[in-house]
């Protein structure tokens, strides 16, 4: 079975800084790409950025552009979301997710994901 767990949440400041990670397993890892989606409180699920197998990283909302940062470690069976400038905005759960069809990230029109794990918690606040 496809798990994944996301975690590095937390609680941090206006212009602060957290880097979240996403550990699978149930599948070959450097064969698929891994998205990073949020769903903000009273919000519908958003896309946020997808690394492709290739470490290529597709933005799906631009207002993380030149502030999150995708990475993978293929040999650890881990992605990474490297948050900086954090705004109060950006507060919302964060979810990882893979679909085994995808090695290159889906389009921006239609991020398609079917395995999901459970999320972690990142609030932005003073």
């Known amino acids: 079975d496809v798990q994944l767990q996301a975690s590095g949440g937390g609680l941090v400041q206006p212009g602060g800084s957290l880097r979240l990670s996403c550990v699978a397993s149930g599948f070959t890892f450097d064969d698929q790409a891994i998205g990073w989606f949020r769903r903000a409180p009273g919000k519908e699920r958003e896309g946020v950025l997808c690394i492709s197998g290739t470490g290529r990283t597709m933005y799906y909302t631009e207002s993380v552009r030149g502030r999150f940062t995708a990475s993978r470690d293929n040999a650890k069976n881990t992605a990474y979301l490297q948050m900086n400038s954090l705004e109060p905005e950006d507060t919302a759960t964060y979810y990882c997710?893979?679909?085994?069809?995808?090695?290159?990230?889906?389009?921006?029109?239609?991020?398609?994901?079917?395995?999901w794990g459970q999320g972690t918690q990142v609030t932005v606040s003073s």
């Open positions: 997710t893979t679909d085994t069809v995808y090695f290159y990230c889906p389009p921006k029109s239609h991020p398609d994901f079917d395995s």
